[in-house]
Nanobody, 118 residues
Framework: VQLQASGGGLVQAGGSLRLSCAVSGSFLSITAMGWYRQLPGKQRELVAGITTGGSTNYVDPVKGRFSISRDNAKNTVYLQMNSLKSEDTAVYYC?????????????WGQGTLVTVSS
């Protein structure tokens, strides 16, 4: 299973970016999908998550600005980020939970850097 994240870059404060993460390989089913971010010297934190049924959750600082979605036919999860702030600057990682008979396993993308200039 491989995750390919894309869409990061440099943007001015108030701008928007859309991150994508495509899952490829051999697997039976993807359950939860999510986006995390990590600042230098900080722990990785959950930004947004989405279940198989489409239920979403967000960390408080991004509520109303970020939107997570998924395309199950394409095995892809997206993160639309609007009204970006300098404090959103971080490396963003996608994460998926793959179901298999032996148990659910977690997979990570390679990380994509988002830099918001003030």
């Amino acid at each position: 299973v491989q995750l390919q994240a894309s869409g990061g870059g440099l943007v001015q404060a108030g701008g928007s970016l859309r991150l994508s993460c495509a899952v490829s390989g051999s697997f039976l089913s993807i359950t939860a999908m999510g986006w995390y971010r990590q600042l230098p010297g900080k722990q990785r934190e959950l930004v947004a998550g989405i279940t198989t049924g489409g239920s979403t959750n967000y960390v408080d600082p991004v509520k109303g600005r970020f939107s997570i979605s998924r395309d199950n036919a394409k095995n892809t999860v997206y993160l639309q980020m609007n009204s970006l702030k300098s404090e959103d600057t971080a490396v963003y990682y996608c994460n998926v939970q793959i179901w298999r008979p032996a148990g659910t396993r977690s997979y990570w993308g390679q990380g994509t850097l988002v830099t918001v200039s003030s």
